[in-house]
Nanobody
Framework: QLQASGGGLVQPGGSLRLSCAASGRTFTDYAMGWFRQAPGKEREFVVAIKQSGSGTKYADFVKGRFTASRDKARNTMYLQMNSLKPEDTAVYYC???????????????????WGQGTQVTVSS
């Protein structure tokens, strides 16, 4: 019900825009977020937008470089990634969790729906 897309190979300093399209139901009462997992590492939180759209939480390592947005009419979430670094290389997953409070946005266990992931590789 969540389909992530937009990944690819990009040089350091480049940009990519990821999309997460939801289908089968509406997610207006769900927070939506992005997580990523690099080889040999734990899945980590990147960014999430609350169900009301009133709050967005970013991981410290992406502040100022990544921007998340939601288009409720299209049931889609976007992640604009600029100034990409090699350490941003990972599989990026989108997820949706019901009525999350701000302190829960970074907890992957709070999310019920997960997309299949899209590979982002930053390399020269």
């Amino acid at each position: 019900q969540l389909q992530a897309s937009g990944g690819g190979l990009v040089q350091p300093g480049g940009s990519l825009r990821l999309s997460c399209a939801a289908s089968g139901r509406t997610f207006t009462d769900y927070a939506m977020g992005w997580f990523r997992q690099a080889p040999g590492k734990e899945r980590e939180f990147v960014v999430a937008i609350k169900q009301s759209g009133s709050g967005t939480k970013y991981a410290d390592f992406v502040k100022g470089r990544f921007t998340a947005s939601r288009d409720k009419a299209r049931n889609t979430m976007y992640l604009q990634m600029n100034s990409l670094k090699p350490e941003d290389t990972a599989v990026y997953y989108c997820a949706a969790g019901p009525r999350l409070i701000t302190s829960s946005l970074s907890d992957p266990n709070r999310y019920e729906y997960w997309g299949q992931g899209t590979q982002v590789t930053v390399s020269s």
